[in-house]
């Protein structure tokens, strides 16, 4: 079974500092990972996705994500946070080898919450 | 910019009535999907459909729910019976298939009382 985790509940960060959001994740076999983002009373936005190749991942709205299969990890990022980025942020994996079998399993969400 | 739509924004219902949530996904996509929120939990898969059939579903799509594709643009999840611990956000998402993202509506929210 795959699974994700996100061990923070919420992160605060004041704004113009740089933010990190973690995911790790548990999977047979290589990962397909994605990013999320929810704002309030909104449906999921997709930000950024890995699939293969550069482990840096460039997205939407400045955010990245490094992959590190070592570690199994898939860290959100941002050099400089905006107030506007305050929201739930999921991460999300699926097999890469289940071609027929496209489910995503969310983690469980990071509130981040950028003070200014 | 194409997107997914859902309706109704909010239903409320009684315990045991029977549900149907609508959405109309991206018109090029292939793959349909429904997942749901509880409040306060995490985004959870229920089912997806593709080529007029469900193609993989979670132990949560029991007997009580389905799936239609009833025309060329809507898809729709109907809960049979419901109870009170179906009471959730429902979000519908598509995709173009291959390894792209899924693209999600903005939600349901089902209130069963």
């Known amino acids: 079974a795959q699974s994700v985790a996100q061990p923070e509940d919420q992160v605060n960060v004041a704004e113009g500092n740089p933010l990190t959001v973690k995911c790790t994740y548990s999977?047979?076999?290589?990962?397909?990972l994605f990013w999320y983002v929810q704002y309030p009373n909104r449906g999921l936005q997709f930000l950024l996705k890995y699939i293969t190749g550069d482990n840096l991942v460039k997205g939407s709205y400045g955010f990245e994500a490094e992959f590190n299969k070592s570690q199994t990890s898939f860290h959100l990022k941002k050099p400089s946070a905006l107030v506007s980025d305050s929201a739930l942020y999921f991460c999300a994996v699926r097999r890469r080898m289940d071609t027929g079998r496209r489910a995503l399993t969310f983690g469980s969400g990071t509130r981040l919450q950028v003070q200014p | 910019e194409p997107e997914v739509t859902q309706t109704p924004s909010h239903q409320v219902t009684q315990m045991g009535q029977e549900v149907i949530l609508r959405c109309v996904p991206i018109?090029?996509?292939?793959?349909f999907y429904w997942y749901r929120q509880i409040l306060g939990q995490k985004v959870e898969f229920l089912v997806s459909?593709?080529?007029?059939?469900?193609?993989?579903k979670s132990e949560i799509f029991d007997d009580q729910f389905s799936v239609e594709r009833p025309d060329g643009s809507n898809f729709t999840l109907k809960i049979r019976s419901t109870k009170l611990e179906d009471s959730a956000m429902y979000f519908c998402?598509?995709?173009?298939?291959?390894?792209?993202?899924?693209?999600f509506g903005p939600g349901t929210r089902l209130t069963v009382l």
């Open positions: 018109s090029n996509h292939l793959y």
């Open positions: 999977v047979s076999g290589n990962p397909y």
């Open positions: 459909f593709y080529n007029n059939e469900i193609s993989e």
């Open positions: 998402a598509s995709s173009d298939g291959g390894i792209n993202e899924q693209f």
